[in-house]
C-alpha cells in the first residue's frame, strides 16, 4: 500500500495526529470546519512539497506554532521508506530515509498521488497552465529523462525572456534559441508520447463517466506544423515588445471535446467535474501500469454537484484501479464505496479511527 501511516504535528489545526490508513478504501468523516480537508491536505503535502489549496506556509503552520512537521511511512516494492516534511518561516526541509537532500521530485517518486477535490472542474474549465501540469505529471512518472528536459526547458526559457528585456541582439538571441528549442523537443516528445499511452484510456474512463464520445487534441503550443525555431524567427518582434516567449511548450495545451464541442466552454459544471475526474482517473490508470504498483487517490468531497447515478458511475471507476483511496465526507454513511471502508472521526481538529 502506498501511505503505511502518518504523523502530523502542528498542521492547520491539527496539533498532533496519527493516521493509519487502511490498505484499500478510508474514509474521513465529520462536520464542516472539523479538520478533514485539513488531513487530506497533508497527506498531499506530503507527497508534493506544496498545499493543493494555494496555502502559504504561515496559512498551514498551526496558529501559536513556528513549525509544522510531516512524518510518513510508505511501502514500496515490499519494504518501508520514511518520508519528512518539515516547513517554516526558515524554509521547507525534506528527508526521505535520512537523506536531507531531497527535493520535491522525490517526494513525488516516493509517494505518486492524485487528487480530486471540490475544484477539479477547473482541469477542464481552467487556464491550459492546469492542463499542462498535468500532462507533466504523467510524463514525470512514465518517460524517463522527462523531468531533467523539463528543467532544462525553464532554464532556457527564463534566459531567453531576460535577454529579450535586456535588449539583446539577434547573435545572443540565437544562441538562448538553440537550447531552448532542444529541451522544447525533448519535453514536446515526452508529452505525445505519454498521450499515446493516455488517450485510449481517457476516451474509456471518460465516455465511461459522461455516457457520450470523448476526445483530446494536444497543441504543442506553437501554431502550423514547422520547427518551433521557424515560429520563434516569426514572432521576434512581438517577443521583443512583450519581453516574453510566445512560442514554445510552455504555452501547450490540451483540447478536450466531449460529444464534438469543445468542453472547457460547453458542458455544465457537474459534467466538467465528471470530464475532470475521468482524466485523473485515467492519468492514475496509466501511471500505475508504468509503475507498477498502487497509487494513493485522494477524494475530498467526491459526491458534491454530483447526482446519485453520476456519483455511482465515478466511484465505480475509482473501484477498478484497486488503488489505495481515502476520501472525506460529512456522514460515514455516505455511499461511496461497495465494501465498508476503514473509518476515521474527525472532531475540532482531533482524529480518531471509528468503529
Known sequence: MPLIQLSITDFRCLASAEFLPGPANNLIFGANASGKTS?????????RGRSFRGASTSGLIRHGSSAFVLVGKIGKGGRTRTVGVRNSRDGLELQIDGD???GAADLAEALPLQLIDPDIHNLVAGGPDERRRYLDWM????????LEAW?????ALKQRNAALRGGAGSKELLGWDKEFCAA??????????VLDTAIPVLKRTGAALL???VDFEYRRGWSGEGELRDALAAGLERDRLQGLTQHGPHRADLRLV???RQ???LVSRGQQKLLSCSMVLAATEVVQVRLGRPLLLLLDDPAAELDGASLGRLMAAVAALNCQVIATALDPDVPLFDESPTLFHVEQGALKAAP
Open 39 to 47: 488531513l487530506l491536505e497533508a497527506i498531499a503535502y506530503l507527497g
Open 100 to 102: 536531507r537532500g531531497a
Open 139 to 146: 510524463a514525470f512518472h512514465v518517460e524517463p529523462g522527462y
Open 151 to 155: 528543467r532544462r526547458l525553464r532554464r
Open 184 to 193: 522544447a523537443s525533448d519535453v514536446d516528445r515526452g508529452r505525445e508520447r
Open 211 to 213: 455516457g457520450g464520445s
Open 258 to 260: 466531449y460529444d464534438e
Open 263 to 265: 468542453a472547457r466552454k
